[in-house]
């Protein structure tokens, strides 16, 4: 499928503050259809913004009849442009992640869902997908209603509640306030579905934080699948720059669980849910 690509720059309002967020639009054409609609996603980036290997990724969503949104997500404290996959971009990422809040990152959640919701050609099912802080952010944007299915690649800062300012890591399986607004914390009020992927290898996610956001999730009752790859580490989908770790097998295995999902979900209409339970007939 054909792809335009676009960028618009839309206003947000968090912590008293307005800026305007870049959004980057990749979206899919076919020739003779002007009328085409198309499920929208939101991709969140890695702590670099919508490098080259986060539009590549764009652009193979879109190609499969996906209209995609990718916000630069550090607005507040820079331009749209990628910052650079070495030391100083490094720590100026790690250092605005946990600058900006929590609010102003739900903020840019919500308006660029009302953004691609706007569009004419949008069918008005939104999913978001995202790698490791866009991984956390796209698990976080399914707390808005209006996210249908996410997947998350190699989500980080969930498990040590550690995304937005905070005091310290904190990795316990009980919330650290009744009111704390960490997403380990307020997974119950996910609807859509969610698909986790993680590298065993991964050291940003290690086996006991990966345990504890499964465990989170089952008790929250969210629907979800979790997939864990053996031998991939962190950022093993980035095709630029990966120090190594670039995995194209497991990237080509983890798109087909992104293609299930969203074309289950964003694809067919499923209806309202029945809401009660379905036992499962135990036989071989």
Not at 230 to 237: S, V
Request: net charge negative.
């Amino acid at each position: 499928m054909l792809i335009k690509e676009s960028f618009t720059d839309v206003k947000t309002t968090a912590n008293g503050r307005e800026s305007l967020m870049r959004v980057f639009l990749f979206h899919p054409t076919i020739p003779g259809y002007p009328n085409a609609r198309f499920p929208g996603v939101v991709l969140f980036s890695e702590i670099y913004q919508v490098t080259g290997p986060v539009a590549r990724f764009a652009r193979q969503i879109a190609g499969q009849g996906y209209i995609v949104a990718a916000p630069s997500s550090y607005h507040d404290f820079t331009g749209p442009e990628p910052l650079a996959y070495d030391v100083p971009g490094t720590d100026k990422g790690n250092e605005w992640k946990i600058t900006k809040t929590l609010e102003s990152y739900d903020e840019d959640s919500n308006r660029t869902v009302d953004y691609l919701l706007s569009l004419p050609t949008c069918t008005g099912r939104v999913g978001a997908t995202g790698m490791c802080l866009g991984g956390h952010l796209a698990l976080r944007a399914s707390l808005d209603p209006r996210i249908s299915a996410s997947v998350c690649y190699f989500p980080t800062d969930i498990h040590t509640r550690t995304l937005g300012p905070h005091a310290g890591p904190n990795s316990s399986a009980t919330a650290p306030s009744p009111d704390s607004l960490h997403t380990l914390d307020v997974l119950s009020r996910i609807r859509g579905e969610v698909a986790l992927i993680f590298g065993v290898k991964d050291t940003h996610v290690p086996d006991a934080g990966r345990d504890l956001i499964r465990l989170k999730m089952r008790e929250a009752g969210a629907t979800f699948s979790f997939h864990e790859f053996a031998w991939a580490q962190h950022a093993f989908i980035r095709d630029e720059l990966s120090k190594g770790r670039y995995d194209p097998a497991v990237s080509k295995a983890c798109f087909e669980v992104l293609l299930e999902l969203f074309g289950r979900v964003l694809r067919t209409e499923l209806g309202e849910a029945d809401g009660g339970p379905h036992e499962v007939e135990h036989v071989c």
